[in-house]
């Protein structure tokens, strides 16, 4: 059974996030959102969304900031608690298009095993920077998964099906930080799930919050691209089995 959720981390959004919600649950969404040990101006809006809508906002709460791939896994645990079977991820600051939400959520309907990852169509205000540091990321995926299959691997806008992120998060330590995003979708990727890329725009608020800290996490991408080499390189015969059957092309 198809039964879908929205997630959103949250740290120190509080400007962005009520317009952000309220753009959610008007596609009628159940909402998991993740304080990640927030201000306690972030923390009193959230609480107020959370009231405000009962029946269709979770508030889960961690006391500590543990990164956005830590808030993103403590908002997987209580997805499975719930009882979701998949879970929309989407970003608190509100670069991403809400209103492609039904289009996420009828993909991942039609294919329910798959990740359906955004790939994202930029607008004039994306840091030039930050657009082209992304494709040495892009290289490196391509590299460790044999494959072309994942267009981006870092925007935040995706659909998961729940159980097999438990699954992995059960027995291999996910990056917990910005290197959260393409860490986990290499390997689902691995696990053998298959990635649907689905066109989505992104935009960057003049007035956005980024959280993105250069040395400390380019540090932890660096090394995350890293290990994801040398455990592709184990990997090489069941890859290249696996895109021989035309399972590794790009979509």
Not at 7 to 12: A, K
Not at 73 to 84: K, M, N, P, T
């Amino acid at each position: 059974m198809f039964n879908p959720c929205v997630l959103i981390p949250v740290y120190n959004h509080e400007h962005a996030i009520g317009a952000v919600v309220a753009d959610v649950l008007t596609h009628g969404a159940q909402c998991i959102l993740v304080d990640d040990g927030s201000s306690a101006d972030c923390a009193k809006v959230l609480d107020e969304l959370a009231a405000a809508s009962p029946q269709q906002i979770t508030l889960v709460r961690r006391q500590v900031n543990g990164g956005k791939g830590a808030a993103v896994l403590s908002g997987f645990q209580q997805a499975a608690i719930a009882g979701y079977s998949h879970a929309l991820q989407i970003d608190a600051d509100g670069q991403h298009c809400v209103a492609d939400i039904p289009k996420f959520l009828a993909l991942a309907a039609a294919h329910p095993a798959a990740v359906i990852s955004g790939y994202p169509q930029y607008d004039e205000s994306v840091p030039k920077l930050r657009l082209y540091g992304r494709y040495l990321t892009h290289v490196w995926v391509w590299i460790n998964t044999l494959s072309l299959q994942i267009k981006d691997s870092m925007c935040g806008f995706r659909v998961y099906p729940v159980a097999p992120v438990i699954a992995l998060a059960e027995r291999q330590k996910l990056g917990a930080r910005m290197n959260f995003d393409t860490d986990i979708l290499v390997r689902l990727y691995w696990e053998g799930l298959e990635v649907l890329n689905l066109p989505t725009r992104v935009s960057y608020p003049s007035d956005g919050v980024s959280h993105f800290r250069v040395w400390l996490d380019n540090a932890l991408i660096t090394r995350m691209h890293t290990t994801l080499f040398f455990g592709m390189l184990v990997r090489i015969p069941r890859l290249l089995a696996r895109n021989g059957d035309g399972n590794g092309k790009a979509r």
